[in-house]
């Protein structure tokens, strides 16, 4: 078949049925084009990318799955430890003073001191600290004596069965005797602060 321009020509929308058999081609296969394109437009393209977004929501599902299977099969393993760590928390708070015992933690401290052979300078409270879910209850602490002493001293204040942290530890040696030594530190012990109520 040769390809003849002027059957091109003088083409009236009105007389399609009347048109060569090329022209009529040439107008199927653009229709059919535009027809196509439209489509894939209208209907496939939003289809398409539907279909992406759950390909990509099922991968993370199966993700999901996957961890809460495995949270699901060890279930009672993680119960367990849950109890286990209430049990360790519970007895943690056994080890804070409660404020009924606080006065007395003073009474223990000095006990400590004079029996290790300490001379206290200072012993007294400072303002609370409140944090999120315990408070902080600073002493101040200064003593005098000997570097062994000061061992002894804080070894029995860590065998306490309340919690005493000790802090910022300053020995200077007295100008009055070199073999007595002064100690200046900061013995903290906390008390759980309940959940306030609104």
């Not at 229709?31 to 398409?48: A, E, N, P, T």
């Not at 003073?106 to 600290?129: A, C, H, N, R």
């Not at 999120?132 to 000997?146: C, K, Q, R, T």
């Amino acid at each position: 078949m040769k390809f003849d321009a002027s059957q091109f020509e003088n083409l009236e929308l009105e007389n399609i049925g009347q048109w060569p058999a090329a022209a009529k081609l040439v107008l199927i296969v653009f229709l059919s084009i535009v027809v196509i394109g439209l489509g894939y437009v209208g209907l496939i393209s939003d289809k398409i990318k539907k279909l992406d977004q759950v390909i990509a929501e099922e991968v993370t599902l199966k993700q999901s799955f996957k961890s809460k299977y495995k949270v699901a099969a060890n279930l009672d393993l993680f119960r367990a430890q849950m109890l286990e760590a209430e049990d360790m928390f519970a007895n943690q708070l056994r080890s804070l003073p409660n404020s009924h015992e606080t006065p007395g933690l003073l009474d223990d401290i000095t006990f400590i001191g004079t029996i290790s052979g300490l001379d206290f300078v200072k012993l007294e409270w400072q303002p609370e600290i409140s944090k999120e879910i315990y408070i902080e209850l600073p002493i101040d602490i200064e003593v005098n004596g000997s570097y062994h002493s000061f061992g002894s001293f804080v070894s029995k204040i860590a065998g306490l069965p309340r919690i005493v942290t000790l802090h910022d530890f300053k020995i200077d040696i007295m100008p009055t005797s070199k073999d007595t030594l002064n100690l200046k530190l900061e013995a903290k012990t906390y008390r759980y602060q309940e959940a306030k109520t609104q």
